[in-house]
């Protein structure tokens, strides 16, 4: 497909934040990451307000694995605290996903060029992404690479299912349902042999609104074509 990307996701500690955990100042990791977070690492490879990434598939390649720290965070009126963070560790999982348009973006019609975007996506994924990649927080470093979805050997190949309770799946933004409102959505995850299919954002069985939001403004003046934008980093 031109519009698939696959790639390996690995770090040494990851933090994908339960947000029941966060009352108090305490925070302990999901088992694995959620749907919003790939997205995220996603768009830190390659990411344009014309299309929209949706991440179709995570296999879980290592062991996992938690271990909890003191740490110091600094609140927001000065200071810090003390607080306990329990993080996944050594994590290491494969990724498979694909871009589609925007359909709530008419103002950035001019920018849909499928192959153009393809070809920036890939060279960017071979160079580590145009962004840093975090796992979840900005003190877990994460790398990417390409790789075959599927291929090697993986911790939980051949273990059946596990399931691994509700999840945050991730929120709907304004700019991509046509909304004007945050929302954001659960799912009750489950890891089969090691592979956990995600569901598309609309077929989510649980949304809950969180706030009115508008969507931010785009348009040829502050949005560069992929096709510009290819020419520039010296592609045909």
Not at 102 to 107: E, G
Not at 122 to 128: E, F, N, P, V
Request: with cysteine; aromatic share 12%.
């Amino acid at each position: 497909m031109r519009n698939e990307v696959q790639f390996e996701l690995f770090g040494d500690y990851a933090l994908f934040t339960d947000p029941l955990t966060k009352i108090g100042g305490e925070k302990l990791s999901y088992s694995v990451p959620t749907y919003q977070a790939l997205k995220g690492i996603a768009e830190s490879i390659y990411w344009k307000p014309t299309i929209v990434f949706v991440i179709d598939e995570l296999r879980v390649m290592k062991p996992i694995q938690m271990e909890s720290k003191g740490v110091r965070p600094i609140e927001y009126g000065g200071g810090n605290t003390l607080a306990h963070y329990t993080y996944l560790k050594d994590v290491h999982y494969q990724v498979k996903a694909h871009f589609e348009f925007n359909l709530h973006r008419p103002d950035l019609a001019f920018d849909r060029n499928e192959g153009k975007h393809y070809s920036i996506l890939q060279r960017s994924l071979k160079a580590g992404g145009r962004r840093d990649i975090f796992l979840g927080a900005r003190e877990c470093q994460g790398y990417v690479a390409p790789c075959e979805f599927g291929s090697g050997d993986g911790f939980y190949d051949r273990q059946g299912k596990h399931h691994l309770g509700t999840m945050v799946h991730g929120f709907n933004y304004p700019d991509e349902t046509g909304q004007h409102q945050l929302d954001v959505r659960l799912w009750s995850a489950v890891m089969e042999n090691g592979y956990i299919q995600f569901p598309r954002p609309e077929d989510c069985p649980i949304v809950r609104p969180v706030k009115e939001m508008e969507p931010k403004i785009f348009n040829p003046d502050n949005v560069q074509s992929a096709e510009q934008l290819l020419h520039d980093l010296g592609g045909e």
